[in-house]
Nanobody, 121 residues
Framework: QVQLVESGGGLVQAGGSLRLSCAAS????????MAWYRQAPGKQRELVAT???????NYADSVKGRFTISRDNAKNTVYLLMSNLKPEDTAVYYC???????????????WGQGTLVTVSS
């Protein structure tokens, strides 16, 4: 019932910046957590950053100080601003939605289709 569409991926040089967007549509529970994950070739999918509907955030150690997750609740859109990009940031980035704890057991997590970010050296 919730659909996520990512955009903004592409090719960027090391040290550059890129902003990813994730537009959510459908029956979105007002209390929720949105997240960005990424999966590099040969590696498991890893959590990059999370943000709650109250804008509480968490980041993976590898991106702290470089990436910023934000959201516009009115637009149901989550962003990931990636700065000082490194080749090791190259991965497919996925948006994720999870309803808040009061109802999370009733709804499955939702994933976007992924957007490829390639950082050249």
């Amino acid at each position: 019932q919730v659909q996520l569409v990512e955009s903004g991926g592409g090719l960027v040089q090391a040290g550059g910046s890129l902003r990813l967007s994730c537009a959510a549509s459908g029956s979105i529970f007002s209390l929720n957590t949105m997240a960005w994950y990424r999966q590099a070739p040969g590696k498991q999918r890893e959590l990059v950053a999370t943000i709650t509907s109250a804008r509480s955030t968490n980041y993976a150690d590898s991106v702290k100080g470089r990436f910023t997750i934000s959201r516009d609740n009115a637009k149901n859109t989550v962003y990931l601003l990636m700065s000082n990009l490194k080749p090791e940031d190259t991965a497919v980035y996925y948006c994720n939605y999870k309803a808040g704890s009061p109802v999370s057991y009733r709804y499955p997590e939702v994933w976007g289709q992924g957007t490829l970010v390639t950082v050249s050296s």
